[in-house]
């Protein structure tokens, strides 16, 4: 049934839903962009595999975020007798 399932004439007719679809003004765009995002995408995974290699061992940033935050200090009260520091 499907032998030669993507000949020539496909691409074709493929070709023309796209034109009739988008209109030939966002199709230079259109493939523009794609062109970016695969590059972006290679890149991206590229670094992946390099930093995966080259990881330190240590919590990863999940584990650190489930860890809870260390409350902010707070300020000692003053006493009575300690000078109050004015500027002008």
Known sequence: ML???LEP???LVVAI????LFGSR??????????KS???L???AKAMKTDDTAAPVGPTSVQRAAEPAAAPAQPEPRTATEPTVTTS
Do not use: C, Q, Y
């Open 9 to 11: 004439w496909h691409l």
């Open 17 to 20: 839903v796209f034109i009739v």
């Open 26 to 35: 966002k199709l230079p765009d259109t493939a523009r962009a794609l062109g």
């Open 38 to 40: 695969m590059r972006i």
């Open 3 to 5: 032998r030669n399932g």
């Open 42 to 44: 290679k890149s991206e």
